[in-house]
Structure formats: structure tokens, C-alpha cells
């Protein structure tokens, strides 16, 4: 099932990617990319896995987008998808898996429902609902099974930079119950004050502050100063992301226009060379008819004489010697011996024991 886990994450993020760029958490948007993706058909692609094992990878991959540190938006897809994941599986309702649901990710899953309910998203609280209606929640100790000799060194998978929250611990410690009560606590050091200073004769009491004045008003001009310098950060991202993307296109265009320039002026002369031996060629022929030397036109390359020839030029011989050099020897008289030597020997006497 490993070769199977990073195809599947790598759709599951496409589809998330997608749902993120529409900027929504309505459940009719996300179907609508369920159903232009064929999601549904990621049961359909191999008939001989192991159904069971392979429904468990893909909820197990879903769950991960549904807990923190995913921003609302990516989590909301990750509910969604295991909402459509569990109702889409081809198996009956007897074979049907349950999506675990740890005991420590029980309180994120709670804080999540919270905040969908005072935004009033209720489409992620009716789906949530749902789930926990048709029991497709099991509630275990550990998010996965432990299983008896298995490997635990499993490299953890890198979380996609797009999907995680951005940081927002100021704006979450720095809430409008926080600030109510720093005012209220700063409005009763005021009067208990003013109450032991008119008791007291010494006028140096009065000059004594435990507490800032305006610690209300700075600690939200700090929270909105934190704000505003992230937004403009993402914005010079945005820049300057979208700046490398179109110096990168205009490098490719520069360097597709520069070889189409070279190919151009490459055909071009060959053009002109193919025509201009073309002319070469009809001028030669038309001088050559013109003046009869058509031949050496054509072949204007040196003959050099054969080796009988220098031989003969070199090397005088009169006499028989000189017809017989110039005579052509065949390899049989090469062969065959001289017949009056032949015939010397015929004529001595044999030797006799």
C-alpha cells in the first residue's frame, strides 16, 4: 500500500488546492469539484488491491487534512472529503469502515465544530452531524492500528506550505474578553486609587502607577500593526511569485524566439546555397556545352599516371630484356619452369644403389 499512498495525497491535494481557490467552505462547491474530478472512480482503478486496505489509506489520508495545523477552509475539505469518501465506497453497508478518530484529536474536532457554529457555517456542522448519525466515527486510543512486528521508522510526509495556518497567536491572545477585563481591572485601580489618595496628606502618592494608562489602546494598535504587516507580506509574495513566473515565461519566449531566428536563418542559407549551387552547376554546364570542355569542367581532378608508365619512363631496356618487359607474363609461365632446363635434367643419369 505504500506505492498506492503518495498517488492518492497527491490527488487528495489537487482536489484541496482546487477548494481552496474558490475561497469558500459551502459544500455545493466542493461537490461540484467532486463531481468535474471523478473523484469517486479512485475505487475503480485496480481490480486485484486489497478493497479494505486501500479504503483504510485513503481515510487516513483524508483525516490528516481534517486536524490542525491546516488552516479552516483546507479543513473543512478534509470533513467534506471524508464525508464523500464514506458515502461513495462501493462496498455494502455491513462491510462498511468507520474513519477513526482519536481520543487526543477529540478536543481539536470539538473547537473545530464551535467555531463553524459562530461563524454560522452550517453546512460543515450538518456534515459533521451527519457522520456522527450514521456511526462513521470510531473513537480508538491511537489514530492508526498497532500491529505486532511492523516498521516504525516511516518517514512523515511533508505538509503542503499552502494549506497550514499562518501564524495567529497575537490576534488569538489578544481577544475583546481580554481587553473588557484589562479595562475594567485598569478602571478600579483608578478609583482605588483616587479613594487611598484623597485619605492620605502626601501629595507623593499620587505620582505612583503600578499599571500602564493606555495599555488597553496600544496592546490593539500592536495586534493591528501584526495584521496589516501580514497581509502586505503575503501580497509582496504574491508579487513577487507571480514576478518569477512571468521573468521565467519571458525567458522561455526570448530563448523559443532566438532558436526560431537561428533555424530561420540556418534554412535560409542553406536555401540560398542549394539555389546558388543550382546556378553554379546550370553555369558550368552552359559554359562547358558553350566551349566543348563539358569533361574537364566535370572532372577537374589530376590523373596521375599509372606505375607501368613511370616504370617505363624510369628504366630503359633494349634488346630481348625490354620485349620481354613489355610483354605481359601470365602466372602459369611464373609457375612452369624454363625447357631447356627442363630438358638438362631429362638427360642426366640417374644415381643407382
Known amino acids: 500500500m505504500d506505492f498506492y499512498r503518495k498517488h492518492v495525497r497527491s490527488d487528495c491535494e489537487a482536489l484541496l488546492r482546487r477548494f481552496q481557490k474558490t475561497q469558500s467552505v459551502r459544500f455545493e462547491v466542493f461537490s461540484n469539484i467532486w463531481k468535474e474530478m471523478k473523484f469517486a472512480q479512485i475505487f475503480s482503478g485496480n481490480p486485484n488491491y486489497n478493497k479494505k486496505a486501500f479504503y483504510h489509506l485513503i481515510l487516513d489520508i483524508a483525516y490528516c487534512y481534517f486536524l490542525p495545523p491546516f488552516s479552516f477552509q483546507i479543513r473543512v475539505g478534509g470533513l467534506y472529503l471524508l464525508y464523500s469518501i464514506y458515502h461513495s465506497h462501493p462496498a455494502s453497508t455491513s462491510e462498511q469502515l468507520q474513519i477513526r478518530v482519536a481520543l487526543k484529536d477529540w478536543e481539536d474536532v470539538k473547537n473545530f465544530e464551535k467555531d463553524a457554529m459562530d461563524a454560522q457555517h452550517l453546512d460543515v456542522v450538518y456534515i459533521l452531524k451527519r457522520l456522527m448519525i450514521c456511526k462513521a466515527l470510531q473513537f480508538t486510543a491511537m489514530p492508526t492500528l498497532l500491529l505486532y512486528r511492523t516498521k516504525r521508522n ?200
Not at 270 to 285: D, G, N
Request: with cysteine.
Open 154 to 353: 516511516k518517514q512523515k510526509p511533508m505538509l503542503c506550505e499552502q494549506f497550514i495556518e499562518r501564524a495567529s497567536r497575537p490576534q488569538e491572545l489578544i481577544n475583546t474578553q481580554l481587553l473588557e477585563e484589562m479595562s475594567n481591572i485598569g478602571e478600579l485601580y483608578k478609583k482605588m486609587k483616587t479613594s487611598i489618595i484623597s485619605q492620605t496628606t502626601t501629595p507623593e502618592n499620587a505620582f505612583v502607577n503600578l499599571i500602564h494608562k493606555e495599555i488597553v489602546p496600544q496592546l490593539c494598535t500592536t495586534v493591528l500593526e501584526f495584521y496589516n504587516w501580514q497581509q502586505e507580506r503575503d501580497i509582496i509574495d504574491e508579487h513577487k511569485n507571480s514576478h518569477e513566473r512571468t521573468s521565467s515565461q519571458q525567458e522561455h519566449s526570448k530563448r523559443a524566439k532566438l532558436l526560431a531566428s537561428i533555424k530561420s536563418k540556418a534554412y535560409g542559407e542553406a536555401s540560398e546555397a542549394s539555389k546558388s549551387h543550382h546556378h553554379r552547376q546550370a553555369e558550368k554546364s552552359f559554359s562547358a556545352e558553350e566551349d566543348g570542355s563539358f569533361l574537364k569542367s566535370r572532372h577537374s581532378r589530376v590523373m596521375k599516371p599509372s606505375l607501368r608508365n613511370r616504370t617505363n619512363k624510369q628504366i630503359h631496356m633494349t634488346g630481348d630484356l625490354g620485349k620481354e618487359a613489355i610483354r605481359a607474363t601470365l602466372i602459369s609461365q611464373l609457375v612452369t619452369m624454363d625447357p631447356a632446363l627442363e630438358e638438362k635434367n631429362k638427360n642426366q643419369r640417374r644415381f643407382k644403389f
